[in-house]
């Protein structure tokens, strides 16, 4: 999700919609919000399922053109 991060520790605020972590080579401390983590979680979900339907189709072609 976060790529290439280091997580020491994280704590969910769910009535502030925050996810607070200390993380990185620094250890620094970071806010996400929960929404835009959620945000993209289903972006990053719609990326896989049209790569996976990409995959299908070169593979089907293959199959099909022999």
């Known amino acids: 999700m976060i790529s290439r ?3 020491q520790q994280m704590e969910v605020l ?3 919609n925050i996810l607070v ?3 990185g080579r620094k250890n620094k401390l970071r806010v996400y919000y929960l929404s835009w983590l959620k ?3 289903l972006k990053t979900e719609a990326v896989m399922q049209l790569i ?3 995959i299908i189709i070169i593979i089907l072609s293959q199959v ?3």
């Open 5 to 7: 991060r280091r997580f």
């Open 14 to 16: 769910e009535g502030l």
């Open 39 to 41: 945000t993209k979680i």
């Open 52 to 54: 996976v339907v990409i």
């Open 64 to 66: 099909l053109n022999g």
């Open 21 to 23: 972590t200390i993380s």
